[in-house]
């Protein structure tokens, strides 16, 4: 069974400190979306990272893709209370139409 | 901006009832998926629907649940008896390739009493 470890599941830091969130496997995937969720809310997809050792930037967000495409991270600088959420890493599988979810990181950045 | 919508937005039912949820995905979708999340746990895969359908189904999506397009539009999941334990939030979700961009609904929370 394909999984998803993302790590860690909770964290809760102070407005300005950087932060960076893991998702790992041990497949590969041909594609990894994080997606951000808000209470009450569906997930909303901040980025697809397709090739190994890819890097994508979204402001003070940073994705990085595994040379391997096995893991993923994100990486948030300077973190502000807007970026609280839970966030989601989902593998996609060219044979499989299901996306592999991760548990999910639950993200608080106080004031 | 065009958008997957999800009614009713919060159903309360007493165990052993049928409930049907329903969603518009995005006009120009394909793939259509129904997820659901426990309050405070991961999402989970639930069913996917292609070409008129089911394409895949997780263990969760028993002999219990079921999922139509009746009319082109309407993408629906039914809960034919359901139990405590299905009360959770329910999101609908539809895709242009399956392994794109999922756009997800607003989701519907269900309480089963």
């Known amino acids: 069974t394909q999984l998803l470890e993302q790590s860690p599941q909770f964290l809760s830091i102070q407005e300005g400190e950087n932060l960076t969130v893991y998702c790992n496997s041990s497949s590969v995937f041909s594609s990894l979306q994080w997606y951000r969720q808000e209470p009450g809310e569906g997930p909303v997809l901040l980025v697809t990272?397709?090739?190994g050792g890819e890097v994508k930037k979204l402001k003070r967000l940073t994705f990085q893709f595994g040379d391997a495409r096995k893991d993923s991270s994100l990486h948030i600088t300077a973190a502000q209370p807007g970026d609280t959420g839970l966030y989601l890493c989902a593998g996609a599988e060219d044979s499989n139409y299901q996306l592999i979810w991760g548990a999910g990181t639950k993200l608080i950045i106080k004031p | 901006e065009p958008e997957v919508t999800q009614t009713p937005s919060h159903q309360v039912t007493q165990m052993g009832q049928e409930v049907i949820l329903r969603c518009v995905p995005i006009?120009?979708?394909?793939?259509f998926y129904w997820y659901r999340q426990i309050l405070g746990q991961k999402v989970e895969f639930l069913v996917s629907f292609y070409n008129n359908e089911i394409s895949e189904k997780s263990e969760i999506f028993d002999d219990q649940f079921s999922v139509e397009r009746p009319d082109g539009s309407n993408f629906t999941l039914k809960i034919r008896s359901t139990k405590l334990e299905d009360s959770a939030m329910y999101f609908c979700?539809?895709?242009?390739?399956?392994?794109?961009?999922?756009?997800f609904g607003e989701g519907s929370r269900l309480t089963v009493l």
């Open positions: 979700a539809s895709n242009i390739v399956s392994s794109g961009e999922l756009f």
């Open positions: 006009s120009n979708h394909l793939y």
């Open positions: 990272v397709v090739t």
